[in-house]
């Protein structure tokens, strides 16, 4: 695997924060740790949208600050990667998603990078103060149950989501 390290998204990242989209769009594969991207007309709204999350005083009424982070791989500046980190719970939150979301380009899986992606996720959760994160996944998807298992997760219970008619196990790291 190359070196990968998390990013913040600029201007400059706009082009490859598209092509992620069309790329995951085009493989029918969600697109986890993105924020809205999915539902966004173009990537400079998305900017817009992960900037207001990301500062407390402009964060949407009842959501919650987030920081969005694109893993960038060394060598050649691709983007094979998003990762978003929520800095604490709404309801919805604390029963299901929890505080981590990810995903990696189609193309670049099986590779090591959401691991090594999580990883270096988890030492911002200690550095913004928080002790412990919860990380949740479908009991069908293996490859982020073997991500959460591989940087510690402990599982915690499976919950049923009502509204989206699906499960998800939940996962307690120790920072
Ligand atoms: C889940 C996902 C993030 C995994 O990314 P990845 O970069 O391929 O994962 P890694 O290469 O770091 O692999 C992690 C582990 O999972 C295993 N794995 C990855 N994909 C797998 C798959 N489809 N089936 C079985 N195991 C898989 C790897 O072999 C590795 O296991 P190991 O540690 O025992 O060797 C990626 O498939 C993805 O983006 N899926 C869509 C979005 C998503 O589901 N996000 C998570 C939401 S909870």
Excluded at 1 to 12: A, C, K, V, Y
Excluded at 13 to 42: E, I, K
Excluded at 126 to 137: T, W
Aim: glycine share 10%.
């Amino acid at each position: 695997m190359e070196t990968i390290g998390l990013t913040i998204p600029g201007q400059e990242h706009l082009d490859q924060v598209w092509g992620y989209r069309q790329d995951c769009c085009g493989a029918d594969s969600s697109m986890d740790g993105c924020g809205p991207l999915r539902f966004n007309t173009s990537p400079e709204q998305w900017l817009e949208d992960i900037r207001r999350y990301a500062d407390p005083d402009t964060v949407p009424e009842g959501k919650v600050q987030a920081t969005q982070f694109l893993a960038v791989r060394q060598p050649d500046g691709r983007v094979v990667g998003m990762i978003q980190v929520r800095h604490y719970f709404n309801e919805y939150l604390e029963k299901y998603a929890g505080h981590i979301g990810y995903s990696v380009r189609p193309s670049e899986r099986r590779k090591g990078y959401a691991k090594e992606m999580l990883r270096l996720a988890l030492g911002f959760c200690r550095q913004i103060g928080l002790e412990r994160v919860l990380v949740s996944c479908k009991p069908d998807n293996e490859g982020s149950r073997r991500t959460i298992l591989a940087n510690g997760g402990v599982y915690e219970r499976t919950v049923h989501v009502p509204g989206e008619g699906i499960d998800l196990e939940r996962y307690w790291i120790a920072l």
